[in-house]
């Protein structure tokens, strides 16, 4: 199906600001973007430069001071809290800095909990879990639980989880940062098989140089803006 300039995620004059002593701060100052579907798209940029505000406020985590973020046609900030909670739910999937891995429950535990708040149908839970698992190398570890797992692991159940249900968008801060320079090459080709097999869009922020070589577009935060390069 060809994709239509609802499939486009599109940021439109963003502006978001955090009261701070004596005034406010603002970190992002007017943001145009426009992001295709079925695309690798890389963010870099310094440390606080506004890479994290922007991806949240892009997955409807946030909402901006001022602008609009469109997504599948729809304005996020006119939405209503439950709306763009389904919507990310459904249709977005995270993969944080922080695992934000539940402690008390097994890797495969972790991922299907993702199927749950989506709605999907439980007898889909099993194939679909093992599956997203042995997809990112974690075939052997689906019972174990976060403390068992090195870091790298965490990451790897972290991004199973953003990938379950199928999003039409991943929204990812820095996804391999816990991982060395082959598992990290390794993850971003299947980022791109999943792209090109499933339709996903996939934004992430990266610090790494040698990931920025395989990406569709990069783009780069200074000053508040986003600026293509």
Do not use: C
Not at 25 to 41: N, Q, R, S, Y
Not at 123 to 137: D, P, Q
Not at 212 to 218: K, M, P
């Amino acid at each position: 199906m060809a994709a239509t300039f609802e499939d486009e995620i599109s940021v439109k004059g963003v502006t978001r600001s955090f009261p701070v002593a004596g005034g406010e701060l603002e970190v992002l100052k007017g943001v145009d973007l426009k992001i295709k579907p079925g695309t690798l798209v890389m963010l870099k940029g310094r440390s606080g430069s506004g890479k994290t505000t922007l991806l949240n406020i892009i997955g409807g985590l946030d909402l901006p001071t001022q602008g609009e973020v469109w997504f599948e046609g729809h304005p996020l900030s006119s939405l209503t809290d439950m709306e763009r909670t389904m919507i990310r739910r459904t249709r977005i999937g995270f993969i944080f800095q922080a695992f934000a891995l539940m402690p008390l429950l097994t890797a495969a535990e972790n991922v299907e909990l993702t199927l749950r708040l989506a709605g999907v149908k439980p007898k889909l839970w099993k194939e679909r879990v093992e599956e997203t698992l042995a997809l990112v190398g974690l075939e052997k570890r689906m019972k174990h639980k976060p403390y068992e797992l090195s870091g790298g692991e965490q990451q790897r159940v972290a991004i199973a989880r953003a990938l379950v249900h199928r999003p039409r968008l991943v929204l990812a801060d820095e996804p391999t940062a816990e991982l060395d320079s082959k598992r990290s090459l390794q993850m971003i080709q299947m980022f791109k098989s999943l792209i090109v097999r499933e339709g996903v869009t996939l934004l992430m922020t990266t610090h790494d140089p040698a990931l920025l070589e395989v990406a569709d577009e990069i783009y780069e935060m200074v000053d508040g803006k986003v600026q293509k390069i």
